[in-house]
């Protein structure tokens, strides 16, 4: 009897990627940042990452011969996924492309006047793909609260657990009927 590996378990941080084949498996937690996970359904290859920003405030003089490029900033995440694509003789528009997170971690007052860097994450991401040759092929953003992030590169499966936070306008409510701060638990296989 043929016995399989277990796959190579992957925790990305705030700021990393990972490439990887089809015995690996990449973890992440997200609230505000985003993740942009890639995979080749034919060669069963992919990678992740986990950005916090769009891009560099005050860009710095980057040579990409040094590597330089972080993980911190969608756009540079993005040049990350396109050399590790490019490394294996493969093109964009061959990976199907998911996004995750973007969710508002912070009570908003009503009147909406506060700056989300979620959503300023989700559609610089969106754009920064576009313009890459990537197209998107499922997303689970936006909204409140974290999510918790497994891609599994044998298949392509992601599993989604998000905890959103309820929003201020019904504090006194889930006082009263006990429920927790956090509000509800979701899981989603993507």
Request: glycine share 12%; proline share 4%; with cysteine.
């Amino acid at each position: 009897m043929l016995q399989t590996a277990e796959p190579v378990e992957i925790y990305l941080l705030l700021g990393d990627f990972y490439f990887g084949d089809k015995n690996t498996r990449i973890r992440t937690v997200l609230g505000s940042c985003v993740s942009i996970a890639v995979w080749h359904p034919l060669l069963h290859i992919g990678g992740m990452s986990h950005s916090m920003l769009p891009r560099r405030v005050k860009p710095g003089k980057l040579d990409p011969a040094l590597n330089q490029l972080d993980g911190h900033y969608a756009d540079e995440a993005i040049g990350l996924l396109l050399r590790e694509i490019g490394k294996r003789n493969t093109r964009p528009e061959e990976y199907q492309v998911k996004i995750f997170g973007g969710g508002n971690m912070l009570r908003q007052p009503p009147d909406g006047r506060a700056f989300n860097v979620a959503g300023s994450n989700i559609e610089a991401t969106r754009l920064l793909l576009a313009s890459a040759g990537f197209r998107i092929h499922s997303e689970h953003v936006g909204g409140s609260g974290h999510r918790n992030i497994i891609f599994d590169l044998h298949d392509g499966s992601v599993l989604v657990k998000h905890e959103k936070i309820m929003d201020c306008l019904n504090v006194s409510q889930r006082t009263q009927t006990g429920q927790n701060q956090t509000g509800q638990k979701n899981n989603i296989n993507l």
